[in-house]
Structure formats: C-alpha cells, structure tokens
C-alpha cells in the first residue's frame, strides 16, 4: 500500500477524532493549550495502538482468508466509512458548554473515535504494510487534526464537525474501493 493511500487511511480514521475535537474547543470557553494538548495525545495515543491490535488480531487468521483478504479489506472500510456517513447525518449538533476536561470522559471519546483504526487495523493484516509506520503516521495525524480540531471548534464552532464526518466516511470507503479493484486487477 502507498504512502499517501496510508496517509488518507490516516486522515479517514481521524475524521471522528476531529469532529470531537471540533466540539470540545467549542465548549471551551477561554482557550486551554494544556487540555487541547492532553485531548490530542490521548486521541493520537489510542488511535495509533488501536491499528496495531487490529493487525495482530488479523495476522492470526489471516492464512485463513487469505484468498478474500481484498474483500474483507473492502467490507471493513466501507461499513467503517458507511457508518461514520450515517452518523453525520443522523446526530443532532451538541450544543451543551462545558470546558473541564474529565480523565473517564476523555478515555471514553478515545476509546470510541479509535474503534474504526481497530477495523482498519485489521484490513491491513491483509496488506503489504508496515504496521508501525502506519500507526506512527496514524497517530501523529490524529495529534495534529485533534489540535487543529479544539483551535478551529473554539474559534469557529461545531459548523466543520459535519463536513469532517462525511469527508472520512467517503475517504475510507474511496480507499476500501480502490483495494478491492487493484486486487480484481481493476485498476
């Protein structure tokens, strides 16, 4: 897999770190680059270990699928991105201020915008790929749009969160499309 197939991977997995991120800096009320700090480690944290257990959980039965690992790869990205498409249409705006950032709360927004990187962890026990230098790659994108997420979200509100949601659930199902056809010998 291509570097910057594995870099727009990246960005499709942070598109939910990002729409949360949108939301915290919304609530907070004066800008906070200690918490905006600690928000996007745990999120880079989590969504970079999240592939890597992915993987290993793939590598032990992958000798089984072997012969459709094109298309579970394909499966798994696109119901990852269907569903992230489906939650941005489907979710009302959060609109309740609250700027304290809470350690159980911030470990459950971890835990939960990084179970797609556990999926797409999966589909890459099937691929040529460098697990490590994708969960760094993975991890250090999430940090950067987390960030950007909490700077953005408190200067302009949650009016990206949406847009951010729908452009990873496309990008990761354009990505699961695209491995499905280079394996038919499409592309």
Known sequence: MALWSVFFVALGV???AFAVALGKGLHMRRFNMRNALIIAAAFGLFQGVMPVIGWFLGTQF?????????????????LIGGKMLWEAFS????TEIDDRLKLRELLVLSVATSVDALAVGLS?????????ETAVLIAATTFVLTFAGIVIGHRAGVKFRR??????GL???????????DHLGIL
């Open 14 to 16: 942070s598109a939910d």
């Open 62 to 78: 992958a000798s089984y699928i072997t012969g459709i690992d094109h298309w579970v790869a394909f499966v798994l990205l696109g």
């Open 91 to 94: 979710n009302p705006e959060d």
């Open 124 to 132: 890459f026990a099937f691929l040529a790929i460098s697990i490590t």
């Open 163 to 168: 847009p951010a949601e729908i452009a990873g």
């Open 171 to 181: 990008i990761l199902i354009l990505i699961g499309t695209r491995i499905l056809l």
